[in-house]
């Protein structure tokens, strides 16, 4: 196995109480969720999805004092924010993202303006960054219905500043909607600090919960204005052929993960005891040191900020006459795993002024080691050499 530096596709490794937990679950319960009667396997599975619920409303600090009704599990981000937007944007309606988008919500937004919903896309400045300004001016201009946008960029790590951006909405009364792919688990999030319409986040990655997982943190009275994009059995309400309303039954149809939630549930035990400064202060730290040896390299660009202020430990580097794919796979035969290309996110190398070519991203995690970052130093001066 390499050397792992691509923690923004995923996190790895994860905590091993993820994995104990979640083949305790296959091996010693295994029941469906409210699909049984009140043996002890069923109501282990109530009790740890229940628990899970739980410790994720208190995570993001939830609505209702952190009611775990308000939680939905979904399969990924991707799923939560295809849930949120489909279900609430309807032919007519106006919506606002930001120009560092991934395709996650992107391809959504796209594929709901050809259905009549009007999109404005604010542009970000070349470093990735959404100057709350440009909100402003689009909120003087027109009133909009949704705005939806990436807490930092998958691409460069730009961290945007959502404290202004949550104001501004709630001066204008919009929905904001915020995918944490890149931060939930890794900066402190707070839905109702926030007054987030819902907070989107994916279990994978600063989670450091299990592929498959993810959810959505709902207000209530947003939730109620959301139609279920898919219905079906919920293990509840089985005398009813119609969709009920009540959270979290209302966008949980069929089989969750089971085995995924257990592992997400151990995960937030690891985080919780670990502490989320302490996470965070790790990938500063080793951003920093990182930063530092890429300061050495000739004819390097580093797209988005250029020092450790206003971003993660997310890089993504270009050197001219280099083409990234070449060099990922040259470093990947060496032993280091990176990601080259455009990472979902056209349009946000469009506003880095690398598309489309796209850049090589290096994606630290807490369990890296200065010492793997020496070694991969060294790798990529020998690469370009
Ligand atoms: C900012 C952002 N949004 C959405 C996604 C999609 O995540 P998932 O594949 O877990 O749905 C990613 C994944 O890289 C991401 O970085």
């Known amino acids: 196995m390499g050397i792992y530096l691509?923690?923004?596709?995923?996190?790895?490794?994860?905590?091993?109480?993820?994995?104990?937990?979640?083949?305790?679950?296959?091996?010693?319960?295994?029941?469906?969720?409210?699909?049984?009667?009140?043996?002890?396997?069923?109501?282990?599975?109530?009790?740890?999805?229940?628990?899970?619920?739980?410790?994720?409303?208190?995570f993001f600090n939830g609505y209702e004092d952190c009611d775990p009704r308000y939680v939905t599990f979904t399969g990924n981000i991707t799923e939560s924010l295809n849930i949120v937007l489909r279900g609430y944007l309807k032919p007519g309606m106006k919506v606002l993202t930001s120009s560092m988008e991934h395709n996650a919500v992107m391809r959504p937004l796209r594929f709901l303006e050809q259905q009549g919903v009007e999109l404005k896309v604010l542009e970000c400045e070349p470093d990735g960054f959404l100057k709350p300004e440009r909100l402003r001016e689009a909120l003087s201009e027109s009133k909009y219905d949704l705005m939806v946008m990436s807490h930092a960029s998958n691409v460069c790590g730009t961290v945007q500043d959502i404290n202004s951006i949550a104001e501004i909405c709630s001066e204008h009364n919009l929905n904001l909607v915020l995918d944490t792919a890149q931060t939930a688990g890794v900066l402190k999030l707070d839905a109702v600090k926030l007054n987030l319409a819902a907070l989107c986040f994916t279990g994978h990655k600063g989670l450091m919960g299990p592929q498959g997982t993810g959810g959505i943190i709902w207000r209530p009275d947003f939730a109620s204005q959301v139609t279920p994009i898919i219905s079906g059995g919920t293990g509840s309400f089985s005398h009813l052929e119609y969709q009920p309303e009540d959270l979290p039954d209302k966008f949980e149809s069929g089989t969750p993960n089971l085995p995924g939630i257990a592992g997400l549930n151990a995960a937030l035990d690891w985080l919780n005891a670990t502490g989320i400064n302490k996470i965070a202060a790790r990938e500063h730290e080793l951003g920093e040191y990182f930063l530092s040896k890429l300061k050495n390299f000739n004819g390097l660009k580093l797209s988005g900020k250029q020092d450790m202020n206003g971003r993660l430990a997310v890089f993504s580097i270009n050197f001219d006459g280099f083409d990234n794919g070449i060099l990922a796979d040259e470093l990947s035969r060496m032993g280091f795993e990176t990601r080259p290309g455009l990472h979902c996110s056209p349009s946000a190398h469009k506003t880095l002024n690398t598309f489309p070519g796209g850049s090589l991203r290096v994606s630290l995690g807490y369990f890296n080691e200065r010492e793997e970052l020496d070694k991969f130093i060294d790798a990529l001066s020998g690469a370009v050499k």
Not at 18 to 31: P, T
Not at 36 to 47: H, K, Q, V, Y
């Open 6 to 58: 691509n923690n923004a596709a995923t996190t790895w490794p994860k905590p091993a109480e993820v994995a104990e937990a979640m083949s305790k679950f296959l091996l010693r319960g295994g029941a469906n969720l409210a699909r049984g009667a009140n043996s002890e396997r069923d109501l282990n599975t109530l009790n740890f999805v229940l628990d899970c619920r739980f410790k994720l409303a208190e």
